[in-house]
């Protein structure tokens, strides 16, 4: 089975006397697909592999036939390992995408991707049941005696006879293969401890192999489970972790308490359980006997322990939620009421500057952080809007649902959006591209439209549907995708029509300024002014990617600049893998006086 290019939709693998592949040809695109079909491939490198029959002999791959035991690994990588149940034994290599020459030969049972150029230019391969770890030339490693690996940027962790240890890429021992278990420690913010885990008690162990923390804890942690959804842009991760402030949760002998990593406890183990509240405060919660408080670094109590539960969320200043009797309300940091506890739910109250969505039953309303009733709980759905999506947290409108519909509501409680709709989609507000579409179904049949938050701007219309455009970096646009009636337009970031529904298809994402239409059958492109950059006159045409995008005219390929002029005019019977690729392979066959290119033999196979 081979890998090749995306673009490169058929090929077929030559396959010498000893069993190596030693090139990959273009097929015609009428051509039928025969075993040692190139399927996909990744930029500079292809994995492939061959198989012997029953007399030994090398035969070509069999067509890959995707089914329920094909395993897909790492899609981020430039390789992505592709294996299904195949006839005779499957030996694995690597070999060049552009010449098919072979960089690995394959000689073993399992391989994994390989990131050419990147700084994991290793891979794990098994030979003789064992597992190793290979460079990018075929050299070993790690020699083939483990039962398990993980390849880690510069490390691995590696696996023997149900014991675990540490090598680097370069197959140094970093840490001895003797622990039942080992958790390397990382984050954005910090790499470099290593929870490991002897005779069933965990330690900490630092990458050069020192024991920071000696194994005789029922558990280490240096965050929540859950705190990895808790990070906002208003509050640092510091705000819950805890090993950057050099400190460890700890559990001994089933209780909880914090040890530094210098071996000392910090906080005595008395708690059932402890987690990092804000850490730039030295703020902890606790619970004991069943209930939950907060306490210091220094196990002083700041809040006593009367809670059931305490919101673990990105803070504000001198706010805590808390729950009690089965209701919650709000203290401030010395434990004093702020919220009576009278309600089934607080929510995103961290995203407001002093305001809490409050729920009681089924209705929910708001109040200021001293409990004065602003909105009577009395809307089916409150939330604040978008905010997840802009820039700012806030953005001083409400989504709502009234018996009527939805609806959207400024900081002043007055409705901009009559509640008359079937829902909102918020896909177009991050900043400063404050839009949404809204649904309605007057006539039995949704219908969409576009609106801003205040309600001052929509289209007019009503569409069929509405899509969100992307810019080249991924990045939202301020122009919205349309369709009515079958055809597709533009709207700008005012709602007003910039192109109406005509054409029959229209891309979703901008490159170097230009979106590829399709009108009557044929591509071109449109600017982001809605006008007609290139003509559509083509019979295939892709994104633009550093000024040149690649066409298809009377059957045959070539490559145009933004302006609509010909790079190279449609000779090619078979795509290339990239312009830069075609220019290097072709250079000497081009280039005339005009700077247009050519090539002078059309009808040359290309080989990768």
């Known amino acids: 089975m081979v890998e090749g290019n995306n673009c490169l939709v058929n090929g077929l693998l030559r396959i010498d006397e000893k069993g190596w592949a030693q090139s990959v040809e273009v097929m015609r695109a009428e051509q039928q697909g025969v075993p040692g079909q190139v399927l996909y491939c990744h930029k500079d490198t292809v994995r492939f592999y061959v198989v012997r029959n029953e007399t030994g002999e090398y035969v070509s791959p069999q067509l890959y036939q995707p089914d329920n035991k094909t395993y897909h690994y790492d899609f981020r990588s430039n390789l992505k390992q592709i294996l299904g149940e195949q006839e005779g034994p499957v030996l694995w290599g690597y070999c060049s995408t552009e010449t098919g020459v072979v960089v690995v030969q394959p000689a073993y049972q399992f391989a994994s991707p390989m990131n050419y150029g990147e700084p994991a230019d290793t891979a794990v391969v098994q030979k003789d049941g064992y597992l190793g770890i290979i460079d990018i030339f075929g050299h070993i490693c790690l020699d083939f005696n483990y039962n398990g690996i993980q390849n880690l940027k510069e490390i691995a962790v590696v696996m023997k006879d149900g014991r675990y240890g540490l090598f680097s890429r370069g197959g140094k021992e970093i840490i001895p293969v003797i622990y039942d278990e080992l958790e390397i420690w990382e984050n954005d913010h910090y790499f470099g401890y290593v929870k490991v885990r002897k005779n069933g008690k965990a330690g900490l162990i630092s990458l050069k192999n020192e024991m920071i923390l000696d194994c005789l804890y029922d558990e280490l942690k240096h965050r929540d489970q859950h705190n990895d959804y808790l990070v906002q842009e208003s509050t640092p991760e510091l705000a ?235 990045h939202k646009s301020d122009l919205t995708k349309v369709v009515k009636d079958g055809r597709f337009g533009l709207l700008d970031g005012t709602g007003r029509e910039l192109v109406s529904p005509q054409y029959d298809w229209i891309d979703l994402e901008y490159q170097d300024g230009l979106v590829v239409i399709k009108k009557n059958g044929l591509y071109g492109y449109l600017d982001c002014y809605g006008n007609e950059a290139i003509e559509p006159v083509f019979e295939d045409a892709e994104e633009f990617h550093e000024g040149v995008a690649l066409i298809r005219k009377d059957g045959h390929y070539g490559y145009i600049d933004v302006c609509g002029n010909y790079l190279l005019e449609p000779c090619l019977k078979n795509r290339a893998r990239s312009f830069k690729t075609f220019l290097k392979q072709f250079r000497s066959n081009f280039a005339d006086e005009t700077g247009s290119r050519r090539i002078e033999n059309s009808e040359e196979r290309i080989e990768y």
């Open 240 to 474: 819950h972790e805890t090993l950057p402030f050099g400190l460890v949760m700890a559990q001994k002998n089933g209780k909880w308490g914090m040890v530094n990593l210098k071996n000392q406890i910090q906080v005595d183990f008395l708690y059932d359980s402890l987690i990092g509240y804000d850490m730039r405060k030295n703020l902890l919660v606790a619970c004991r006997d069943g209930k939950k408080g907060i306490i210091n670094l220094n196990g002083r109590q700041i809040i006593d322990f009367s809670y059931e539960d305490i919101k673990i969320s990105p803070l504000q200043d001198d706010v805590i939620v808390a729950q009690k009797n089965g209701k919650w309300g709000m203290l401030n940091g010395t434990g004093e009421i702020r919220i009576d506890f009278i309600y089934d739910q607080i929510q995103d109250y961290q995203w407001q500057w002093d305001r809490a969505i409050v729920t009681k039953g089924r209705y929910s309303g708001i109040t200021d952080f001293s409990g004065n009733i602003l909105l009577k709980c009395r809307y089916r759905s409150l939330s604040p809007c978008f905010s997840w999506a802009a820039k700012e947290k806030y953005s001083g409108y409400y989504e709502v649902r009234t018996k009527t519909g939805w609806g959207i509501m400024n900081n002043e409680f007055e409705f901009t959006i009559s509640p008359k709709y079937l829902r909102f989609d918020d896909i177009f507000t991050v900043f400063p591209f404050y839009k949404l579409w809204a649904i309605d179904g007057h006539d039995d049949e949704d219908k969409y439209n576009l609106f801003n938050l205040n309600g001052s701007i929509a289209s007019g219309f009503r569409y069929d549907h509405i899509f969100e455009l992307r810019q080249y970096d991924r």
